[in-house]
């Protein structure tokens, strides 16, 4: 099985900075794409952020410029750094990962349990 663990966020003011981190465990083999997604309440989840093996990026136009997608391969890492938060970023970030899973040799999309970013004074 594989697993993610997100971890990093919380609440934050107008304005201010935080980074997420999801870490990936198991029977992994290798990953393809990571990314951040998000939920507010009464929403859909929508893409935030992703970020390939190679480290390719791609960014929702409201976040671009503010937000920034990263990775560490070696830890089977993802980042988001968030800056210039607006209270519109308040929701549940959830991170996603494109896994293979060496019991079965096959990937396999893996979530993460979410963790909340508020945005608020």
């Known amino acids: 099985q594989v697993q993610l663990v997100e971890s990093g966020g919380g609440l934050v003011q107008p304005g201010g900075s935080l980074r997420l981190s999801c870490a990936a465990s198991?029977?992994?083999?290798?990953?393809?794409?990571m990314g951040w997604y998000r939920q507010a309440p009464g929403k859909q989840r929508e893409l935030v952020a992703a970020i390939t093996s190679g480290g390719s990026t791609n960014y929702a136009d409201s976040v671009k410029g503010r937000f920034t997608i990263s990775r560490d391969n070696a830890k089977n890492t993802v980042y988001l750094q968030m800056n210039s938060l607006k209270p519109e970023d308040t929701a549940v970030y959830y991170c996603?990962?494109?896994?293979?899973?060496?019991?079965?040799?096959?990937?396999?999309?893996?979530w993460g349990q979410g963790t909340l970013v508020t945005v608020s004074s």
């Open positions: 996603n990962a494109h896994a293979g899973v060496t019991t079965t040799l096959r990937y396999l999309e893996v």
């Open positions: 198991g029977s992994i083999f290798s990953i393809n794409a």
